[in-house]
């Protein structure tokens, strides 16, 4: 019962962390109709801004330096490549995101080579007791961080003037347009926030117990990828229950690895994208995802 607790509450801060990053894949199809394949790239900027400032200034400004580094980042690419496609098929922006994030991965794995970067977090490997149950505060400040980011962004996304211009273009854009929403300043404002949370969920990905920011962090973006399919890619609070859903499945497969040795190994690896196919068999838009409906 205790190894079960300790993997459900690791997997619940897993899982939020998953969140945050599923919720900019989310924002940025509500304000562009884009898949951005681009958002590990965003995730490794702000980490590494964070990781090399941390030493220098410290490590909160550091983090928010990092975080508005990685906003910077979101920006840049819909103003210089997003923006400047005027065509209506989102297919060919979401290959062009392929090729940023290709780009900018290749710099950021150069510039990061075989280094493992600490961010110095004031955390450390310190752990809470209950009972028990052994958690890392890592975990718990996760979770709260996390529950504190979501629920600011959909207070804002359903009560500020910015979230209702955001609703107004997912619902409808030319309509939006022509009520005097500014589409470009959404669309910017999408990928800057995006990225923000990003730069946060490479926090919590690189301390304890990981060891750090290396190049394989970015590969977290493709496991949150599932948590925004299963929510649904329209909808922001399917981005929580999808990464929820994720982080638990990964921690349980993962925790029980050897019951589970007949099924091979890495499962916990794989299990996000079994149970991604299964909501898709079942749901094809996802669990909150609007279906699309088509007079024929």
Not at 39 to 61: C, E, K, N, Q, T
Not at 166 to 176: C, G, L, Q
Not at 197 to 211: E, I, K, R, S
């Amino acid at each position: 019962m205790t190894t079960f607790v300790e993997l459900l509450i690791g997997g619940l801060s897993t899982g939020s962390v998953y969140a945050l990053i599923a919720l900019g894949f989310v924002v940025i199809f509500k304000a562009t109709e884009v898949v951005n394949f681009a958002h590990a790239s965003l995730l490794l900027a702000g980490g590494y801004l964070a990781a090399r400032l941390s030493g220098p200034i410290g490590f909160w400004p550091a983090l928010a330096a990092g975080i508005a580094g990685a906003a910077t980042v979101g920006a840049l690419v819909e103003f210089l490549v997003i923006r400047r496609y005027r065509g209506g098929d989102h297919s060919v922006l979401a290959i062009a995101t392929i090729g940023v994030d290709i780009v900018l991965l290749t710099e950021f794995t150069r510039l990061i080579g075989t280094d493992v970067l600490t961010l110095g977090d004031p955390w450390g490997d310190a752990v809470l007791t209950f009972g028990s149950v052994t958690v890392p505060q890592t975990r718990i400040a996760a979770l709260a961080a996390a529950a504190l980011l979501i629920t600011a962004f959909l207070l804002a996304f359903r009560y500020t003037s910015w979230g209702v211009a955001m609703r107004a273009a997912a619902e409808n854009r030319e309509a939006a347009a022509l009520m005097g929403v500014r589409l470009g300043r959404v669309s910017l404002s999408a990928w800057a926030v995006a990225g923000a949370l990003a730069a946060v969920a490479a926090l919590f990905l690189t301390v304890f117990p990981t060891p750090g920011l290396e190049r394989s962090t970015s590969f977290a973006a493709f496991k949150a990828f599932p948590a925004a399919i299963i929510g649904g890619l329209d909808s922001t609070g399917g981005a929580l229950a999808g990464g929820l859903i994720v982080g638990v499945t990964e921690a349980m497969a993962t925790g029980y690895q050897a019951e589970l040795s007949f099924l091979g190994r890495g499962l916990g690896d794989v299990a996000p994208y079994l149970v991604m196919l299964l909501v898709l068999l079942a749901r094809p838009a996802g669990l909150f995802g609007t279906r699309e409906l088509t007079r024929v």
